[in-house]
């Protein structure tokens, strides 16, 4: 079964830092999508990026962007600029083809972001 | 609505006692996914519904565990005779393209 393994169970930045998140997966499909999600005490999962794996260039969305090492099956999120609205539970997913041919996304266990002023 | 909306956002119950959470998906979203968040665990994914296609039943923990989805939108899970490690966020989510997952709030549920 494919895994998503996030090593930081926390993680901590300065308002205006910089901090980057490690993911790291197993999967053995060839085409595939990689996201991160952060999850506000609102408990809504937000969308932060997306990386489609045949694509070499790394995502990035405004103060977000993404490390993505395919070979090594790696997946980091960067933040720069860090502010106090970023601090959430961040987690890192993958799709895996289920057996109907659908996409289902699977989830590492999360990262939680502390951003102190 | 313009999101994925879910209720209750909090449900405590007894256990023993049978529980329904509610998830109306994006107009015009063709999959629903549910999934389960315990206690500083990640997202457990539970069953998918696509269009009219049979379910992908393939993440239910027990059968204890029901889903429908009616007239391709709105879906119900159900908890039967729930247990107190059944204690979780219960998320929704839908796409319409597949890997752009659109998520809920989540309801809570807290079995005494």
């Known amino acids: 079964a494919q895994t998503v393994t996030q090593s930081q169970p926390e993680m901590s930045v300065q308002e205006a830092e910089t901090v980057t998140l490690s993911c790291t997966y197993d999967?053995?499909?060839?085409?595939?999508?990689l996201f991160w999600y952060k999850q506000p005490p609102s408990r809504q999962m937000i969308l932060v990026i997306r990386?489609?794996?045949?694509?070499?260039q790394n995502a990035t969305e405004n103060r977000f962007s993404v490390n993505f090492q395919k070979a090594a099956k790696s997946f980091s999120l960067k933040i720069s600029d860090s502010q106090l609205g970023d601090a959430a539970m961040y987690f890192c997913?993958?799709?895996?083809?289920?057996?109907?041919?659908?996409?289902?996304?699977?989830f590492g266990a999360g990262t939680r972001l502390a951003v102190h002023p | 609505g313009a999101g994925v909306s879910q209720s209750p956002s909090n449900k405590v119950t007894e256990k023993g006692k049978d529980v329904e959470l509610r998830c109306d998906p994006i107009?015009?979203?063709?999959?629903l996914y549910w999934y389960r968040q315990s206690l500083g665990q990640g997202l457990e994914f539970l069953i998918y519904?696509?269009?009219?296609?049979?379910?992908?039943k393939s993440g239910l923990p027990s059968d204890r565990f029901s889903a429908e989805r009616t007239g391709g939108s709105v879906s119900t899970l159900t908890i039967q005779r729930t247990q107190q490690e059944d204690s979780a966020v219960y998320l929704c989510?839908?796409?319409?393209?597949?890997?752009?997952?659109?998520f809920g709030s989540g309801t809570q549920l807290s079995v005494l």
């Open positions: 989510a839908s796409s319409f393209l597949g890997e752009k997952l659109f």
């Open positions: 999967t053995s499909e060839s085409d595939y999508y």
């Open positions: 107009s015009g979203h063709t999959a």
């Open positions: 997913a993958s799709t895996e083809v289920a057996s109907g041919g659908y996409n289902k996304l699977i």
């Open positions: 519904f696509q269009g009219n296609s049979a379910p992908d």
């Open positions: 990386q489609e794996a045949y694509k070499q």
